[in-house]
């Protein structure tokens, strides 16, 4: 009988906060920027420079361990993390080993399996390194040090989880929370949601001394979307099942990923904690949270997906199915609730987001967070269609507008001049004409044949540049057939 296999998978998770400077500089983090702009002596490790601890950091770093059920360490310190390495500029990293922000939290999943509780081990800061581009036409390697000094927080989860279905379920809470919170962005395609995926295979029902015996795991990095996650969960537990059916010893070690190849390979062997050397960083003090600081934090809180949820069921008259994709981003949801605010017709905020919106991001490989069009601009679109300014085609050639540059509904339907045209003698005299050059289809709507008046429909449409109520059109058509 075959052997059967499980695998047990833990993730690091980098996650570059929101901050509008580093954390302990006053250098940008905004994303981009000519190589090397955003940087200044301390965050490219000159001599003498000295850090200074940037405040909104540990705010955010307290909130995400308090949404994710954390115990908050109240005295807590930063440890210098030393390796070499071209993209990191002191020789050291500035990150918490030993008395991290956060400890023992969890966060609850959903999947085809059932609920699941995943244990997070710790939340700690840290500030992330620079980036090295390699050049291949020059045979040579550049480095950017923007991002040096970015803050981040590190998502150490304990190792829960059994299935890539279990790891995207998990990030997906993640970022779902982090981004309610504002702390983050949490955008993959940029580098500020980044996970190293530990895994390892354990033949079923392996025990040693009692407990669940774990295997040789490896870390995979360089994994920057979902897909990729899957793609890495999945091929790293083939080529450990194969190595261990061949009589062969799986290694600890670090190994990239290359999602367009489908394969990872080595990169180096996994160093422990005592490898880089880790020792109290000299020039930062310990961080104290007092327990007023620690309230202020958690008062501030934000009302997280459940629970808009449930008011949701209870404020609005939508479909649950329209809450639960509209809470499934805080970019969103405020953008429903805004709208609302405004023109006081949930359904149909509701309707213009699940139909156009959703289309759009799809067609055009977006994120609900880079949604641009205001809530002000889509309640004047509402409005321009509920008193017929604008017909539902004209609306929806609008939005696209809309949803590319933001335009203002009402500005650009004057100066487009699509308002419908409401001139009844105008509309009888094209209708007349229609069915004056159409009189095989006039004939078959007489002879019992409903189906012909749409065809006249869309011909009065079309002679009126899609300027027409068809609903007026309709029922004159009838009226005069």
């Not at 980098?14 to 006053?26: D, R, S």
């Not at 994303?31 to 940037?54: D, E, I, K, Q, R």
Request: with cysteine; aromatic share 8%.
């Amino acid at each position: 009988m075959a052997k059967q296999y499980e695998t047990v998978i833990g993730l690091e998770v980098h996650v570059e906060l929101a901050t509008k400077t580093k954390i302990f500089c006053g250098c940008s983090t905004a994303f981009g920027g000519a190589p090397n702009t955003h940087t200044c002596p301390v965050c490219t490790g000159m001599p003498g420079s000295l850090p200074v601890l940037n405040k909104q950091v540990v705010n955010d770093a307290v909130a995400v361990g308090l949404a994710t059920n954390c115990t908050i360490t109240q005295y807590c310190k930063f440890d210098r993390k030393n390796y070499f390495y071209p993209d990191n500029p002191q020789n050291y990293q500035i990150s918490q080993l030993y008395l991290p922000i956060c400890k023992n939290g969890h966060v609850d999943i959903e999947t085809a399996a059932g609920k699941k509780s995943v244990g997070i081990h710790e939340i700690h800061m840290e500030e992330d390194a620079g980036k090295l581009i390699h050049d291949e036409w020059e045979d040579c390697s550049l480095v950017d040090y923007n991002r040096s000094g970015v803050p981040l927080i590190e998502i150490v989860s304990e190792p829960d989880m059994r299935s890539a279905e279990e790891v995207i379920a998990y990030l997906e809470k993640l970022r779902m929370i982090i981004q309610y919170l504002g702390a983050s962005d949490c955008k993959l395609n940029e580098g500020s949601m980044r996970a190293d995926v530990n895994l390892s295979v354990r033949e079923v029902g392996a025990e040693a001394f009692g407990a669940p015996k774990l295997g040789v795991r490896t870390e995979m990095k360089n994994l920057n979307s979902f897909r990729a996650i899957t793609h890495a969960i999945e091929g790293e537990r083939e080529r450990q099942i194969e190595l261990i059916e061949s009589g062969q010893q799986v290694v600890q070690e670090t190994r990239r990923w290359d999602d367009a190849k489908g394969y990872s390979y080595a990169m180096r062997s996994k160093e422990d904690a005592q490898d880089y050397r880790y020792f109290p960083d000299p020039d930062l003090v310990p961080v104290y949270i007092s327990d007023e600081w620690l309230r202020q934090i958690r008062d501030s809180q934000p009302e997280f997906r459940e629970e808009k949820m449930a008011r949701y069921k209870k404020e609005f008259d939508i479909p649950e199915y329209d809450i639960g994709i509209i809470t499934d981003s805080k970019h969103m949801a405020d953008l429903f609730e805004e709208t609302v605010a405004i023109c006081g017709q949930p359904k149909k905020v509701s309707n213009w987001l699940m139909g156009e919106t959703l289309r759009l991001l799809k067609e055009k490989n977006m994120d609900a967070e880079d949604i641009l069009f205001s809530p002000e601009h889509l309640a004047k679109l509402i409005q321009l269609v509920d008193s017929k300014a604008i017909n539902s085609t004209v609306a929806k050639d609008v939005f696209e507008m809309m949803f590319a540059d933001n335009v203002d509904p009402e500005k650009y339907v004057e100066e487009k001049g699509l308002k419908t045209v409401n001139d009844e003698d105008a509309l009888r005299k094209t209708i007349g004409e229609v069915i004056a050059s159409n009189p095989q289809s006039v004939e078959d709507y007489r002879n019992g044949k409903e189906k012909a008046i749409g065809f006249l429909v869309g011909q009065t449409m079309k002679a009126m540049k899609g300027k027409a109520d068809p609903a007026s059109v309709n029922r004159i058509l009838k009226e005069l057939l």
